[in-house]
C-alpha cells in the first residue's frame, strides 16, 4: 500500500502522476513512430456534427444581417 492507503498496482502509475503507463500509450509512445502520426481522433464524428452546426449557425446570422 501507498502512503495514502491505495493498492498499488505493478506498473501501474501513481493515481496523481498524470502520466499514461506504457501499455496505455502502446505503440504511439514508440520512439520509432514519426512526430506528427498520431492516431485518429475517436471522437471525429463530434467534431464533424459541431463544425456542421457551427456553420448553420454562421448561415442564419448572415441571413439575417443581410436582410
Not at 502509475?13 to 514508440?30: F, K, L, M, T, Y
Not at 520512439?31 to 448553420?56: C, E, I, M, R, T
Request: proline fraction near 12%; avoid cysteine.
Amino acid at each position: 500500500m501507498s502512503e495514502n492507503g491505495a493498492v498499488k498496482t505493478p506498473g501501474a502509475p501513481a493515481a496523481d502522476s498524470g502520466v499514461a503507463s506504457e501499455q496505455e500509450r502502446g505503440r504511439w509512445a514508440d520512439p520509432a513512430v514519426p512526430v506528427g502520426n498520431a492516431p485518429p481522433q475517436p471522437h471525429w464524428p463530434l467534431y464533424v456534427f459541431s463544425a456542421a452546426w457551427a456553420g448553420w449557425l454562421a448561415f442564419l446570422v448572415v441571413m439575417l444581417v443581410s436582410t
